[in-house]
């Protein structure tokens, strides 16, 4: 377990490397067709972070209207107050708020910017379809999101996948509208070849982004995995909570792209087992992740 949580940081830490050289690369581009130079990368990030800020401390917020969550009290709840309580005692986190998804289709997820600001939300269906070690597991792993400041690394990412659509929108508009510095004084072929690495990049750039935020957001689950195994000590009990939150063949009600990334499984449902949907989903396979579980034991 400590292995597979060592792999994934390492690879984290890599993605995020890739995510900032692609950055510079993309502004020094971006500085060579315009005339605007490096300021209009400064007011990318500037407008990039000013978003960011808002969905950081209103984004859990948000997240839960969303979902349809509502909070609910030790009186109201006490079997998952409890579990909950248990879990949070092991792991040495404060408690977080407690929320429940009037929703049939087995799913949970975490959000909020810290430890001490979190919020867990668990749908009807999950708690009535899972045994008691199911749903600890399943809880357990939502707790490792909050431990490890997934949602915070994420936020990151956003920010890195904003300033780089913004950029991209820029220089498209600037290739073909025709204020490019560089266009205008006529650099000959060097500017030829800058111009259309940017129209290319402009157009590239989004997917890239996208593709690189699911990749962070596919490893995030695998180390979740294996930190909420550590925390049960019984892997098991999270992977069979797994297997059924597969088998239920329904999307939720209320999914939406803008938070599939939080859910311990993508709330839109079983998903075709093609290579391009592989590549654009927000969770890594179940098997997959239930093999690895399996291999702890």
């Known amino acids: 377990m400590y292995k597979q949580i060592d792999s994934n940081k390492t690879r984290t830490v890599?993605?995020?490397?890739?995510?900032?050289?692609?950055?510079?690369?993309?502004?020094?581009?971006?500085?060579?067709?315009?005339?605007?130079g490096y300021w209009g990368?400064?007011?990318?990030?500037?407008?990039?972070?000013?978003?960011?800020?808002l969905s950081y401390y209103r984004g859990d917020k948000i997240a839960l209207?969303?979902?349809?969550?509502?909070?609910?009290?030790?009186?109201?709840?006490?079997?998952?107050?409890?579990?909950?309580?248990?879990?949070?005692?092991?792991?040495?986190?404060?408690?977080?708020k407690i929320h429940i998804v009037n929703e049939p289709a087995p799913n949970a997820f975490a959000t909020g910017r810290d430890p001490k600001h979190a919020s867990?939300?668990?749908?009807?269906?999950?708690?009535?379809?899972?045994e008691n070690e199911e749903l600890e597991g399943v809880i357990a792993h939502e707790l490792s999101h909050i431990k490890n400041y997934d949602i915070r690394l994420m936020m990151?990412?956003?920010?890195?996948?904003?300033?780089?659509?913004?950029?991209?929108?820029?220089?498209?508009?600037?290739?073909?509208y025709g204020h490019g510095g560089r266009r205008r004084e006529g650099g000959g072929q060097l500017a030829l070849i800058i111009l259309v690495i940017g129209v290319a990049l402009a157009i590239l750039s989004p997917v890239i982004a996208e593709l690189m935020k699911l990749a962070v957001s596919r490893k995030r689950e695998y180390l979740a995995d294996a930190s909420g195994a550590l925390l049960t000590r019984y892997p098991e009990g999270l992977a069979k909570a797994l297997e059924k939150i597969a088998a239920y063949p329904k999307p939720m009600a209320r999914a939406n792209n803008a938070t599939a990334h939080l859910f311990i499984s993508s709330p839109f449902g079983?998903?075709?087992?093609?290579?391009?949907?592989?590549?654009?989903?927000?969770?890594?396979?179940?098997?997959?992740r239930i093999t690895k579980l399996r291999e702890m034991t």
């Open 14 to 36: 890599i993605l995020m490397v890739i995510f900032i050289v692609f950055i510079l690369a993309l502004g020094y581009v971006f500085g060579e067709i315009s005339e605007f």
């Open 41 to 53: 990368v400064a007011l990318a990030i500037v407008i990039s972070v000013s978003m960011a800020l």
């Open 65 to 96: 209207w969303t979902a349809g969550a509502k909070p609910i009290t030790q009186k109201g709840n006490p079997y998952v107050y409890r579990l909950v309580e248990n879990l949070c005692i092991t792991a040495g986190l404060p408690l977080p």
């Open 120 to 130: 867990i939300a668990l749908t009807t269906g999950l708690i009535e379809s899972l």
């Open 156 to 176: 990151v990412v956003l920010v890195l996948v904003g300033i780089i659509a913004l950029l991209a929108n820029w220089m498209f508009r600037i290739s073909f």
């Open 270 to 288: 079983p998903q075709p087992k093609k290579w391009m949907t592989k590549l654009f989903s927000t969770h890594p396979p179940i098997k997959d």
